[in-house]
Nanobody, 123 residues
Framework: VQLQASGGGLVQAGGSLRLSCAASGLTFSRYIMGWFRQAPGKERAFVAA????????YYADSMKGRFTISGDNAKNTIYLQMNSLKPEDTAVYSCAVRPVLVITTNPDDYPYWGQGTQVTVSS
């Protein structure tokens, strides 16, 4: 399994970014796909996840209403649309795969990871 995240960058507070995660070596429908983030000096934190079999999505409370996880099965790519960004959203964002069809927020439950993409939100 290989994951390649992209789309990060520098944006002003209130702006938007869309992150992409291209996956290879797996079939989306058999996995949970998730996004996590890690800010400097902090532990990796859950952002959002999706279960393709049902279309079920789950978000961390602070992202609800601002972030949207979606995907394109034909392209084996998931996206994270981030709106109304805040300086506290600054972090390295990584996509991850869990080969069990139960969404969890614990990063240790996701054995496959992409390299991460930096998102910086200026005030």
């Amino acid at each position: 399994v290989q994951l390649q995240a992209s789309g990060g960058g520098l944006v002003q507070a209130g702006g938007s970014l869309r992150l992409s995660c291209a996956a290879s070596g797996l079939t989306f429908s058999r996995y949970i796909m998730g996004w996590f983030r890690q800010a400097p000096g902090k532990e990796r934190a859950f952002v959002a996840a999706v279960r393709w079999t049902s279309g079920y999505t789950y978000y961390a409370d602070s992202m609800k209403g601002r972030f949207t996880i979606s995907g394109d099965n034909a392209k084996n790519t998931i996206y994270l649309q981030m709106n109304s960004l805040k300086p506290e959203d600054t972090a390295v964002y990584s996509c991850a795969v869990r080969p069990v069809l139960v969404i969890t927020t614990n990063p240790d439950d996701y054995p496959y990871w992409g390299q991460g993409t930096q998102v910086t939100v200026s005030s």
